[in-house]
């Protein structure tokens, strides 16, 4: 893939989500093992993102909120993103030893870029970071707790 296209595909697919950008709920999922809600979302421009967050926080909201709305669950999904900022995941600085003491940045071990994970020849570290890691998403956290957008 070019690089124009993928920043392009960047821009379009990982682009912030006001409540205003939202037309309605198309599916909700409760994943008990998880202790999560999915809410499948269209918004005005077509586009369908997922949002989870913890069922837990939106059960406190809906117990809070009985009754004052006729679409709870895009009430929600409003509330929880127009209350909410994404994150900036920064990779963690700070290496802990064995004693529990913070290392300083100078005195960081050998791997502690990460650089060596997976150079096993049994393991195939692309595949790895594909099942781990969501291709497109964002992270919130605000008011109704932490969440998640993924495209």
């Known amino acids: 893939m070019s690089s124009v296209k993928r920043f392009y595909k960047k821009i379009l697919f990982e682009s912030e989500i006001s409540s205003y ?7 909700v999922k409760v994943d008990d093992a998880k202790d999560s809600i999915k809410f499948k979302i269209e918004l005005v421009d077509g586009r369908t993102p997922t949002l989870h967050v913890s069922y837990e926080n939106f059960i406190k909201w809906a117990v809070e909120n009985h009754g ?3 679409d709870m669950f895009k009430e929600f999904v409003a509330g929880f993103l127009s209350t909410s900022d ?10 802990v030893d064995d004693n529990g003491d913070i290392m300083p940045d100078e005195d960081l071990p050998t791997n502690a870029d990460n650089s060596m994970i997976g150079t096993s020849n049994h393991m195939d570290t692309s595949a790895v970071a594909n099942q781990v890691v969501p291709p497109h998403g964002k992270t919130y956290f605000g008011t109704y707790g932490s969440g998640f957008v993924v495209w």
Not at 21 to 27: H, S
Not at 86 to 95: A, L, R, S
């Open 21 to 27: 950008d939202i037309d309605r709920i198309i599916d």
């Open 68 to 70: 004052n709305y006729t």
């Open 86 to 95: 994404t994150v900036d995941e920064q990779p963690i600085q700070e290496i």
